[in-house]
């Protein structure tokens, strides 16, 4: 049993990391990064637009959207 549950999850980790690839690869063309949040209009840290290029979402802003995907797909 321990041995199924080790594959499943090697095989959700394995989809994450795709996943964060295949959005790290869309943000980086989309272009220069916002100085405010699309959601909130609170400033963007300098830090998160050079770590995350074309960002558009605040930290707290794009914490809640994360939730929100993770609920909505279940």
Do not use: F, W
Not at 13 to 25: C, E, G, P, S, W
Not at 56 to 63: D, G, H
């Amino acid at each position: 049993m321990a041995d199924v549950l080790d594959q499943l999850q090697e095989q959700e980790d394995l989809i994450n990391r795709l996943h964060i690839q295949a959005v790290r690869q869309q943000l980086s063309v989309k272009g220069e990064s916002l100085t405010r949040c699309e959601c909130c209009g609170n400033r963007i840290q300098e830090r998160r637009q050079k770590a995350i290029p074309g960002v558009r979402t605040c930290t707290e802003c794009q914490r809640v959207l994360e939730i929100r995907e993770k609920n909505y797909q279940r």
